[in-house]
């Protein structure tokens, strides 16, 4: 069973989630209508795994006798100023995410609750994966620049560094 303490903060991560899921799929569409197609499948991609994460709570807090909270969601932003622009956002956001899960760890184990502690080690190990990436990424942007013909092949070859990364 859960106490309402880490109950509040799993219903606190669903929020989160669900959150970056909506948040990279604006960065999706955006991509989209900038005929970069292949950042906009890496993206809509991610945005479907981040709702995963966020199933993956719901199923947990239900099964432990809580009651996961779907809740509202903001606007995320419709435009972003360049390629680059969009990863920093999204790497920013994987280090805030990272910051939350450790947060949840933290009071499980000032709670004792091993359980949901096993749990979110699920978590901590996703976030060591999606830095990465993410970093590598944005090595990969920093290298192009302004390239027009980097830039092509970037959008071209994202899904395979997705696979490798
Ligand atoms: Fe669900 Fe990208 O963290």
Wanted: charged share 25%.
């Amino acid at each position: 069973m859960l106490s309402k303490t880490v109950e509040a903060s799993l219903n606190a991560q669903i929020e989160v989630e669900a959150s970056s899921s909506q948040f990279y799929l604006a960065m999706a569409s955006w991509a989209e209508n900038e005929g970069m197609n292949g950042v906009a499948t890496f993206l809509y991609r991610h945005s479907d795994e981040e709702r995963d994460h966020m199933l993956k709570l719901i199923k947990y807090v239900n099964e432990r006798g809580g009651h996961a909270e779907i809740p509202p969601l903001e606007k995320p932003p419709k435009k972003f100023s360049s390629l680059k622009a969009v990863f920093e956002q999204l790497f920013e956001h994987e280090l805030e995410v990272t910051n939350q899960i450790h947060g949840v760890v933290d009071l499980c184990l000032q709670e004792k609750d091993y359980t949901t502690h096993n749990f979110m080690q699920w978590y901590v190990s996703e976030q060591i994966e999606e830095e990465a990436l993410a970093r590598t990424i944005l090595d990969r942007l920093n290298l192009i620049g302004n390239d027009k013909g980097g830039l092509y092949l970037f959008d071209r070859d994202i899904e395979n560094l997705a696979q490798n990364g």
